[in-house]
């Protein structure tokens, strides 16, 4: 599990191993768009400002990845304990 802070609302969210970072902050009231849940579409696409991402997708290039400077909730996750995201 990790933590996600919101840089933007001033709040941070437990992400538990079970749930998608999607999942965890939509229970917390935050709502992400979302299309396919599969990390195919870039609907979800979120901007990173700090933490190291784990991803999961399809939709990114290998170097938008490595770029490490946004990331699909959908299915992408955490590599450091927390990651800050532009929200
Ligand atoms: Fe399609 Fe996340 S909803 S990539």
Do not use: K, W
């Not at 935050?30 to 396919?36: A, R």
């Not at 979800?44 to 700090?50: I, K, N, Q």
């Not at 990114?60 to 770029?67: D, F, H, R, S, V």
Request: glycine content about 4%; overall charge negative; charged content about 20%.
């Amino acid at each position: 599990s990790f933590e996600v802070e919101l840089h933007r609302s001033r709040r941070v969210v437990h992400i538990p191993a079970t749930m998608t970072v999607l999942d965890a902050l939509a229970a917390e009231g935050i709502e992400i768009p979302v299309s396919c849940a599969q990390g195919v579409c870039g609907t979800c696409l979120t901007r990173v400002l700090a933490g190291e991402v784990a991803h999961h997708d399809l939709y990114l290039t290998p170097a938008e990845q490595a770029a490490n400077d946004c990331f699909l909730p959908c299915c992408s996750r955490a590599r450091s304990p927390r990651l800050v995201l532009d929200l």
